[in-house]
């Protein structure tokens, strides 16, 4: 990791760059987040409130201090804008099981940067060797994001029940040689 403008930088990719959040970034979540074409395949299908999005940046701090990962603020290396958010975060601790996730703002979706962060950061998962394969689940609905996940490798496995939901989930394990 180094710094670059006084913020972590995590991650780096031809035209992405991925950093930890800071504390008063509430306003880019909510942002990101307010909309229903960016939260209606997630838990709730409905625009986050203020509080829901205090409460995920709070959750994101914490994993990162205790997991060493969690989902970071997406930038354009061009310019600097908030694209939106990427990362891995430890779903089921027992099984040291890591589930990748992202969203990005609607006026930045087609340009390639959901497949370019994915297959970025599974490098970087494996290249740190969090553990040896990650999961991703999307909305039956969600065939972009299904795309995507198969895009970078990923491989179908059993779907996982989440809020009364089946979703198809998807696995990818790391090169072991």
């Given at each position: 990791m180094r710094s670059h403008n006084d913020r972590t930088v995590i991650l780096e990719t031809p035209r992405l760059r991925l950093v930890m959040w800071d504390r008063d970034d509430v306003g880019l979540v909510l942002h990101l987040h307010s909309t229903i074409g960016?939260?209606?395949?997630?838990?709730?299908g409905a625009p986050w409130t203020r509080e829901r999005c205090e409460e995920r940046l709070t959750r994101?701090?914490?994993e990162h201090t205790r997991d060493g990962t969690t989902k970071?603020?997406?930038l354009s290396r061009d310019d600097g804008r908030f694209i939106g958010r990427a990362?891995?975060?430890?779903?089921?601790?027992q099984e040291n099981e890591f589930e990748l996730g992202y969203a990005l703002r609607e006026e930045e979706w087609g340009k390639g940067y959901a497949t370019e962060?994915?297959?970025?950061?599974?490098?970087?998962?494996f290249g740190k060797r969090f553990a040896?394969?990650?999961?991703?689940f999307t909305h039956p609905e969600n065939a972009v994001s299904q795309h995507i996940l198969t895009k970078i490798g990923m491989r179908s496995r059993t779907p996982?029940?989440?809020?009364g939901i089946l979703c198809p989930t998807f696995e990818l394990t790391a090169d072991v040689g």
């Open positions: 960016t939260t209606r395949y997630m838990s709730g994101w701090f914490g970071y603020k997406v990362g891995i975060s430890l779903y089921n601790r962060i994915a297959r970025a950061l599974a490098d970087w998962f040896t394969h990650l999961i991703a996982i029940l989440i809020d």
